[in-house]
C-alpha cells in the first residue's frame, strides 16, 4: 500500500457517459498530480493541484476537469467519453509542488470505455 | 515543454546478463528521476540525481546522471527476474507550469530465466 489511493480500480462505461475518478493523496502531501497511461503513450501529465489549487496543466482534454478539495482528496471527471479515453489513470502525490521530491502513485484506476 | 527520449523500448535478457537504460534531453535538466513499474502495477519512485556527474547505487542498480545533465542512465548488474518492469525517468518540465514530471515512455525489460 503506497498510502495514495484511489478509487475504482475498474471501471466499463459506454462511449458518450460522464465519471468520476476519485484520489485520495498520502498523509501529508499537498500535491496531487494525474496522469494517463495507455499502450503507446506512456505516462501524460493531465493536471496538477497543490493545496486545492490549480498548479499546471498538461494535455487535458477540454472533456475531462478536475479538483481538490478542502481535505486534500482530488477527483478526475472525464465526460463524453469515446473509445480512445480507455486507458489507465494514475494519481500521483508529493509533499510540494514540483518534482524536488518523488512522487508516490496510486495503484490506478483502469477505464475502458466501450 | 521539456521531453526526455528514453531507449530502448525494449529490451530482453538471459538471467545474469546485465541491462542499461539511457535517458536523454535536448536541455539541461535540474534533477532527474527514476520509477520502476511491475506489470499490472504502478511507478514507483527509485531514485532522484541532481547533481553534475552524480552516481548513485542501489544494490545492483547504478544510476548516473551526465556531466552536462543532459543524460542518465540506469544500469543493472547481473539482472533477476526480479528485475521485470517498466523503468521510467522523469524530468521536470519548465515549460511554464510550476514543475511537474514529464516521463520518458520507458524501457520495458523482460528477464529469460
Known amino acids: 500500500d503506497s498510502g495514495v489511493t484511489q478509487t475504482p480500480k475498474h471501471l466499463i462505461t459506454a462511449t458518450g457517459q460522464r465519471v468520476t475518478l476519485r484520489c485520495s493523496p498520502r498523509?501529508?502531501?499537498?500535491?496531487v498530480y494525474w496522469y494517463q497511461q495507455s499502450l503507446d503513450q506512456g505516462l501524460q501529465f493531465l493536471i496538477q493541484?497543490?493545496?486545492?489549487?490549480?498548479?499546471a496543466k498538461g494535455n487535458i482534454l477540454e472533456r475531462f476537469s478536475a479538483q481538490q478539495f478542502p481535505d486534500l482528496h482530488s477527483e478526475l471527471n472525464l465526460s463524453s467519453l469515446e473509445l480512445g479515453d480507455s486507458a489507465l489513470y494514475f494519481c500521483?502525490?508529493?509533499?510540494?509542488?514540483?518534482?524536488?521530491?518523488?512522487?508516490?502513485f496510486g495503484s490506478g484506476t483502469r477505464l475502458t470505455v466501450v | 515543454g521539456q521531453q526526455v527520449m528514453q531507449i530502448p523500448q525494449y529490451q530482453h535478457v538471459q538471467e545474469g546478463e546485465d541491462f542499461t537504460t539511457y535517458c536523454n534531453s535536448s536541455?539541461?535538466?535540474?534533477?532527474i528521476q527514476w520509477y520502476k513499474q511491475r506489470p499490472g502495477g504502478h511507478p514507483v519512485f527509485l531514485i532522484q540525481?541532481?547533481?553534475?556527474?552524480e552516481v548513485k547505487k542501489q544494490k545492483r542498480l547504478t544510476f548516473q546522471f551526465g556531466e552536462a545533465k543532459k543524460n542518465s542512465s540506469l544500469h543493472i548488474t547481473a539482472t533477476q527476474t526480479t528485475d521485470v518492469g517498466t523503468y521510467f525517468c522523469?524530468?521536470?518540465?519548465?515549460?511554464?507550469?510550476?514543475?511537474?514530471?514529464?516521463f520518458g515512455k520507458g524501457t520495458k525489460l523482460s528477464v529469460k530465466p
Open positions: 500521483a502525490s508529493s509533499v510540494s509542488s514540483g518534482g524536488v521530491y518523488g512522487y508516490t
Open positions: 498523509s501529508g502531501d499537498l500535491s
Open positions: 493541484y497543490y493545496n486545492g489549487e490549480e498548479r
Open positions: 536541455t539541461t535538466l535540474s534533477n
Open positions: 540525481l541532481v547533481k553534475s556527474g
Open positions: 522523469a524530468a521536470l518540465n519548465y515549460g511554464g507550469s510550476q514543475g511537474n514530471l514529464i
